[in-house]
C-alpha cells in the first residue's frame, strides 16, 4: 500500500491591509471615492495616505504651478484632519508627474495594500483620447486596485 499525500489545498489567509493608498484629482467623483476608501479603512482598521499628482507641461508658469502646489497641500491638509478627526490615521503625499505613473511608484514606495481610487467610466473617443488613469493603474500595479464609479454615471447600452 502506498502512502498519498493530501492534496487538498487549504485556503490562503486573506492579506491584511494596512494602508490603503487613495489617489485624488479633488474632482467631486474623487470626493465620491475618498469617501469610500475612508469607510473600508475604518471597517479594516487601516491607515489612508492620500495622494495627489500636479501634472505638469512644458509651458507651465512656475508661479501658476506653485499656486496648484499650494491649494493641493492645503486639499490634501483638510483630507488628513478630517480622517484624524474621526480616530483614524492618515498622511498624505504630492508629486508632480504622470498620474498613473506617480500612483504606482508611489504605491509601491510606501508598501500599499490596496488603492481605492475613482474612474470616470468614459468610453469610445472620449476614452482613446482622454485615456484612463485608473485603467492604467490596474494594469500596472502590483497591489490591489478598487475602483469607485460615480453612481451619476449608469450603463448605457451602445
Known amino acids: ?6 492534496e487538498t489545498k487549504t485556503a490562503r489567509p486573506a492579506a491584511r491591509i494596512n494602508l490603503i493608498l487613495v489617489p485624488t484629482d479633488f474632482s467631486e467623483l474623487a470626493d465620491e471615492s475618498v469617501n469610500y476608501a ?11 495616505l492620500f495622494f495627489h499628482c ?26 488628513v484632519k478630517r ?5 483614524m490615521e492618515a498622511t498624505a503625499d504630492l ?8 500612483i504606482i511608484r508611489t504605491a ?8 481605492i481610487m475613482g474612474t470616470h467610466g468614459r468610453t469610445g473617443l472620449t476614452h482613446m483620447l482622454m485615456g484612463s488613469q485608473a ?12 475602483t469607485v464609479k460615480s453612481a451619476k454615471h449608469q450603463f448605457r447600452m451602445v
Open 1 to 6: 500500500m502506498t502512502e498519498t499525500k493530501d
Open 38 to 48: 475612508i469607510s473600508v479603512a475604518h471597517q479594516l482598521g487601516a491607515r489612508i
Open 54 to 79: 500636479i501634472e505638469r507641461y512644458d509651458n507651465t508658469d512656475p508661479d501658476m504651478f506653485e499656486a496648484r502646489r499650494d491649494r493641493a497641500l492645503s486639499t490634501l491638509s483638510d483630507l
Open 83 to 87: 480622517v484624524k478627526n474621526g480616530g
Open 95 to 102: 508629486s508632480d508627474g504622470v498620474p498613473f505613473v506617480e
Open 108 to 115: 509601491r514606495k510606501a508598501n500599499a495594500d490596496l488603492i
Open 135 to 146: 485603467e492604467r493603474v490596474v494594469r500596472q500595479s502590483s497591489c490591489p486596485v478598487l
